[in-house]
């Protein structure tokens, strides 16, 4: 039986992929909250993750109001089927079990933001985001 935030994340990564049968989504609880690790066909993985990651960070910030709403912290995590390897991870290691903190995420994705110039509107959005990162749901 899944639950309501399994069927969100799969109804979202089923209308991105060309392969939506391969779509699954399993959840644990631990200490951190709820871990969504989401696998996904290896041909499908750049659409999940979109283009510098937007995409995966969109789906992380739908999940993010969707813990407000039912009091819950919320991670996800990509996995591609093909190599059974954990995409969101700088570990080259095929070690899926270890989550990536939303803290290394972000490092990331300030690192490749600090190279491009961007708009107001982006460094506002930006802002609110963290905003949202900071706060303990």
Do not use: C, H, W
């Not at 392969?19 to 969504?36: A, H, Q, Y």
């Not at 570990?91 to 490092?107: A, F, G, M």
């Amino acid at each position: 039986m899944s639950t309501i935030d399994q069927q969100f994340v799969e109804y979202i990564v089923k209308t991105l992929v060309n392969n939506p049968e391969k779509v699954s989504v399993e959840r644990t609880i631990d200490e951190r909250g709820v871990l969504l690790k989401l696998t996904v066909d290896g041909e499908d993985v750049g659409r999940v993750i979109g283009r510098k990651g937007y995409t995966a960070q969109a789906i992380r910030t739908l999940l993010r109001a969707l813990g407000t709403k039912n009091d819950a912290r919320y991670n996800l995590k990509i996995v591609n089927t093909e190599e059974g390897k954990d995409i969101t991870s700088d570990n080259p290691s095929n070690d899926v079990e270890e989550p990536t903190s939303e803290e290394d995420v972000s490092i990331e994705t300030e690192q490749v933001e600090e190279e491009e110039p961007t708009s107001d509107i982006a460094e506002r959005t930006r802002a609110e985001l963290a905003d949202l990162d900071d706060l303990d749901i």
